[in-house]
């Protein structure tokens, strides 16, 4: 099976003769990193069985948060991680998308405008949390994903967002549920999420540089229930560390051509699209994020530096719960198999590719 990593270990290096002059260090960086991973370039991991004493040794993963073959790891890690913190009752996903016309400009100034999206979107959920029409609590939590792709890579800049239905209220410390069957107005935070982006842009002295249509524009923001938050975190995980395209999409390349399968919205008919190699290369690069930038942030009391524990919100949710439902379990990991014996391979040692260092196990 031909994946992304193929593709760049084949034309990256060309990618980059032809376009580095002019190519955001970080997507020199990412082109490197995917063409090394998995080879003797990212270093390798030592493993001996326990059973039948035979090493082995496997290429190690570079790492890097762009890279198709690196994410399900870290996807397990955080679903482990907020499983156990999985909050009683209804949830709520949404999704805030800027218009088309403003994407060439978000494009270019990536880090500016990924933050002011955030916050936009977020003061906007907060804002209408608190009013008493709705749900009345000044305390709300939630987290958003922040995705720049649409189906066929092209660049499509959103952020999706889980919600609890409700908010608790400092004022007078009681948890106040939503219906389960609806978080906030949509026609609202639409409103309010354009009003506070155009405000984030006038601070930050770029509103001049942004085409006068986009403020004509409704500003597209979607909310639906989601159930459980267990299965809503099992839904969203693969979506967190998701990359522009995964490796089980990719068909076929031949010559220099790249055909990969989608779907277009609201329809589950596969498709196919044919790319030249550098087209393909360049839809991928254009969605690195800057250096740094964090793509999932966490608010209200879903925010680690938040004074109210989740022990605390759980207790509350519990108090209008009829019946908690059980909480649910992963899988549990199994062990790496020996490929000799079937016995369970043990850790003993890494090494570092142009430097040798083992650590002992």
């Not at 991680?81 to 999704?95: A, D, I, N, P």
């Not at 494009?107 to 749900?135: P, T």
């Not at 939590?141 to 609890?164: C, D, K, N, Q, S």
Request: aromatic share 10%.
């Amino acid at each position: 099976m031909t994946t992304v990593n193929d593709i760049f270990r084949a034309f990256g290096p060309e990618y980059i003769t032809r376009f580095g002059a002019t190519m955001p260090w970080e997507h020199v960086k990412v082109i490197n990193a995917i063409i090394k991973c998995r080879t003797d370039g990212a270093g390798t991991a030592l493993y001996r069985c326990v059973e039948c004493g035979a090493s082995h040794t496997v290429y190690r993963s570079c790492g890097n948060r762009h890279c198709p073959m690196c994410q399900h790891h870290k996807t397990r890690q955080w679903l482990e991680r907020h499983m156990e913190q999985v909050l009683l009752g209804h949830h709520f996903m949404m999704t805030f998308t800027v218009p088309q016309e403003l994407r060439h400009f978000i494009r270019s100034h990536q880090k500016v405008a990924y933050s002011a999206m955030f916050r936009s979107s977020s003061a906007s959920i907060r804002k209408l949390a608190n009013d008493g029409r709705h749900i009345g609590g000044d305390l709300p939590g939630f987290f958003g994903v922040l995705h720049t792709w649409g189906r066929t890579m092209e660049y499509h800049p959103h952020i999706h967002y889980v919600a609890a239905g409700g908010a608790l209220s400092t004022l007078d410390g009681t948890w106040h549920p939503s219906r389960v069957d609806f978080y906030l107005p949509v026609r609202a935070l639409s409103k309010i999420f354009k009003a506070k982006f155009r405000d984030e842009m006038l601070k930050a002295d770029l509103f001049h540089k942004i085409p006068a249509e986009v403020w004509e524009h409704d500003w597209n923001v979607n909310c639906q229930a989601a159930g459980d938050s267990s299965a809503v975190l099992k839904y969203l995980a693969p979506y967190v560390f998701r990359v522009a395209i995964c490796n089980s999409r990719v068909v076929a390349v031949e010559g220099r051509r790249v055909t990969f399968r989608y779907t277009k919205s609201g329809s589950n008919r596969p498709r196919t699209m044919q790319l030249d190699v550098m087209e393909f290369i360049r839809r991928f690069l254009q969605h690195v994020l800057p250096t740094g930038f964090m793509k999932v942030r966490y608010y209200g009391f879903m925010n680690p530096n938040s004074r109210t524990s989740l022990d605390h919100i759980q207790s509350l949710i519990a108090a209008n719960c009829e019946l908690p439902p059980p909480r649910a379990q992963l899988a549990p990991r199994h062990p790496i198999p020996c490929p000799k014996c079937g016995g369970t391979l043990q850790l003993y040692g890494l090494t570092w590719p142009n430097r040798r260092r083992i650590r002992a196990g």
